[in-house]
Every structure is written in C-alpha cells, then in structure tokens.
C-alpha cells in the first residue's frame, strides 16, 4: 500500500480519507444496485474523468494499475461470448472495472497513516474486543514486514537455485513459513524491548 | 572508572543466575555486579553472549537466581526498564517495527507514555538537529543498511535509557558506516554494554567480561582479559576440533 500511493499531487489527495472511503463505498454500492450496461457505462466514464483530474502521467499510472485484471476480464468475455450474452458481460466487466478502478482511485490519492486513522475510528465500537491501538499495531507490522518477508523467500529461492538447475515452486513453502516464524519470535522479543503491543 | 564502590541498586546485578533453555544448560550461576560505563562481553559463538544479554534486558527470566536492573526486576517492572534499559538488536529488520522512519521513532516515546502529537513533535526536532529532516514519513525499506543501525540507535536514544545492550553492534557493516556508528557510540552519555566476539572493538572499555560455556572465564580490564582471550582463539584455531556437536 505504501508504494501504491500517487507521488502526482491531485486535488483528490487534499480530500479526507473518511470522506472518499465513504464515496467508494456508497459509489460501489450503486454499482450493484443498477443493471443497466449504459449507467454502469456512464459510472466507469465518470471514473476515468476524475482519473484525468490529475493529469495524463497519473491517469496512465491508474491504468496500468488495473493490468492484474485482464485474465478475469479474458474469462468473462469469452464465458459471455460462447453464452451468447453480450449485455451480461457487458454488465458484468463494467462494475469490475468501474469498482477496482474506483478503489484504485482512492488508494493511489491516501497516504497510509490517514487510512489507518479512519480504520481506527470505525474499530472503536469493538475497543473492549480488540483496542484500536492494538489494531493500529497489527496494521502497521503487516505493511512493514511483507518487504522483509518477500525479501527473505527471494534469498531461500537464490539459495536454493544455486545448488539446484531448477526453479523451487512449492518446495519453498516450508522453509519460508520456518523463517517467517523465527523472524516473527526476534520481533516479538523487540516489541516486548519497546514496551509490548498494550 | 573512578567509581570502583557502586551502591547495589546501580546498574546490573546478577546473582547466581542459570538459565535452561530447550533442556540445555546456557548460562550457570552468574553473578555479576555491572555498573562500569563501558562495559564489554565477549565469548564465541554459543557461549551464551545473547542469552545474557536477553536475561538481562528481562526478555527471559532466569531459572535460578536473581536479575536487577536499577534495583528493579526486568521481567515484571517491564515500564519502568523502559527508562532503564534499551537494546540494540544485531538485525535491524528483527529491530524495525513500523513502516516508516517516523512512526519508528515515535512508537517508544507513545509507549512511554508521551501523547501522540508531543511523540510526533519530538521526532520531528530529533531529525531535524540531526539534519535528516528529509527522513519524516520515508518507508524504511528504502533504507541502507547503515542508515536502519542508524534507525534503531536513534529509536533507543529518544527513550534515554541510562543504559543500551548492544548485540554485535558493528557486524556486517561496511568500514565508513562502522567508523561512524562507534563515532557515535563513543559520544553517548549511557552506560553501553557491547556483546562481541571481536576483541579488537573493547580495547576502550572499562571492564571486559569472557564468557565462555555459560560461564565467566576472566574478568577484569581489558588489557589484562582481552590478551588470554585473543591466545586461546589463536589456540583454539589451530585445533580442528570443529566435527564436535552441542549436546
């Protein structure tokens, strides 16, 4: 998420994180809620003109953010084509690109720490289940350790490639699940240095 | 140091402590009085460097004997040791927590207590008199190596303990970030205790302690320690007695 976020200031980056995630939500309920291929027509333009908001490079940033999509896209169109129901793929790929778009739109414009202040605020009715600081924590260690822990299957997979002519596959699971665990323990043993998570 | 008679509540006290872990004896009835400023333990691998160093930071209770830091018990009085005590950790990215520079920085001083815009406040001036105010919000994958030790010094230092436990604190590093990071070492006011096993980095300690199998093997400055040490490594090298396994 973090390098996720735009560099290219828009104007939708001074918005309120509150304000666009409660936009989103409301925006990819009326997806749903409509089957018409034009309205849905009309939401996904809407979307690509708040995209140009912010000028052309990150309107193409935006787009190439949405490359993850096209194998879902391929089986759709081909699933609605042999079906012989255009305007149900229509329909279909539509609010999949409008939605993902749209959630794209609000990533790319919020930086981290605003998120996580909302997602603190919505939690605070389950305060005596799980403490909105505690939450905060777990959020930020995810974020923080998933470089470290790709890192460290990439390094398994070196190791392992260069004492065999093949690529590891699935035979790296164990190990990198081992290593995350004893990274897991020495970080444990640094938060309780620091305080603990209370 | 000046100050050879140091009251019982000052500093680390050991007394006769042992510590098991998994079934295998690490560390046996210690008892150490560690009130020096610069203090040095060394030993080789599996001596049981580490396992002091968590004992004392109370991140392990000792089986038999007694822990004090400061007079207080490091495994129960955990926020008081916070103004006690502070570790260097050998990985950085076994030390980081956060996701960037600031919220790093800012999480000890919170956990001490400090409201969150004061932290934030606090951080922001620590960068700015190091003149690495272009730091605030950086994703600290970014960082170097060097400049993550550098991290997790200053994320010890905002929370001024009178003393930091460094586990190897310069290995793996490149020379010039080495040069630096004991540069800045020497200039701390805190009682630093260094956990190595390269006897070239103690030569200005007060006080160098060799532990070896879970035991003190000498004690004493480290003019007088660090030569018998250096002799029984050179000793020890020149065996091949490397096939052993730990029992």
């Known amino acids: 998420m973090l390098t996720l976020t735009s560099p290219v200031e828009t104007p939708l980056h001074r918005l309120r994180a509150g304000v666009k995630l409660a936009a989103l939500a409301l925006f990819t309920f009326a997806l749903f809620w409509t089957r018409s291929p034009l309205w849905l027509g009309v939401a996904l333009g809407l979307v690509i003109a708040v995209y140009l908001t912010g000028g052309t490079i990150f309107a193409r940033h935006g787009a190439r953010m949405l490359r993850p999509l096209w194998p879902f896209i391929a089986v759709i169109a081909l699933w609605h084509l042999w079906q012989d129901d255009l305007s149900g793929g229509a329909v279909v790929l539509l609010r999949m690109v409008a939605a993902v778009a749209a959630a794209n739109l609000v990533t790319m414009t919020t930086r981290l720490s605003d998120m996580i202040t909302v997602l603190e605020r919505l939690a605070r009715p389950l305060s005596p289940l799980l403490p909105p600081r505690r939450l905060a924590l777990a959020i930020a260690l995810v974020i923080r350790f998933i470089p470290v822990l790709s890192e460290r299957a990439a390094q398994l997979s070196l190791a392992y490639r260069a004492r065999s002519g093949r690529a590891p596959g699935w035979r790296l699971f164990a190990p990198v699940a081992l290593a995350a665990l004893d990274d897991a323990e020495c970080v444990a043993q640094a938060l309780r240095a620091r305080g603990g998570a209370g | 140091m000046t100050r050879s008679t140091a009251a019982d509540d000052d500093g680390i006290v050991l007394t006769d402590a042992s510590v098991t872990l998994t079934g295998r004896p690490v560390l046996h009835n210690l008892s150490l009085h560690l009130h020096q400023q610069r203090i040095g333990i060394i030993g080789r691998n599996g001596s049981g460097k580490s396992t002091l160093m968590r004992l004392m930071a109370g991140l392990i209770a000792p089986d038999r004997g007694t822990v004090r830091v400061e ?85 010890v230092l905002l929370m001024q303990p009178r003393t930091i436990l460094l586990d190897e604190p310069l290995a793996g590093l490149d020379l010039p970030t080495q040069t630096r990071l004991a540069r800045a070492f020497a200039a701390l006011p805190q009682r630093l205790i260094t956990i190595t096993h390269d006897p070239a980095s103690l030569t200005g300690c007060d006080r160098v302690i060799w532990l070896d199998g879970g035991s003190v093997a000498a004690d004493g400055p480290p003019a007088q320690v660090l030569p018998l040490f250096q002799a029984e490594m050179q000793r020890l090298g020149g065996l091949d007695a490397d096939a052993d396994l730990a029992g």
Do not use: Y
């Not at chain 2, 050998?90 to 932290?119: C, R």
């Not at chain 2, 934030?120 to 400049?147: E, F, K, N």
């Open chain 2, 71 to 155: 007079g207080d018990d490091p495994t129960r009085a955990r926020k008081k040791m916070l103004s006690h005590l502070g570790i260097l950790f050998q990985n950085p990215d076994h030390q980081i927590l956060f996701p960037t520079v600031d919220e790093e920085l800012a999480f000890g001083l919170m956990q001490m207590g400090a409201p969150k815009s004061d932290a934030q406040a606090q951080v922001t001036a620590h960068l700015v008199r190091h003149g690495r105010s272009h730091w605030r919000g950086v994703s600290v994958a970014t960082l170097s190596q060097g400049q993550r030790h550098w991290l997790c010094l200053q994320a």
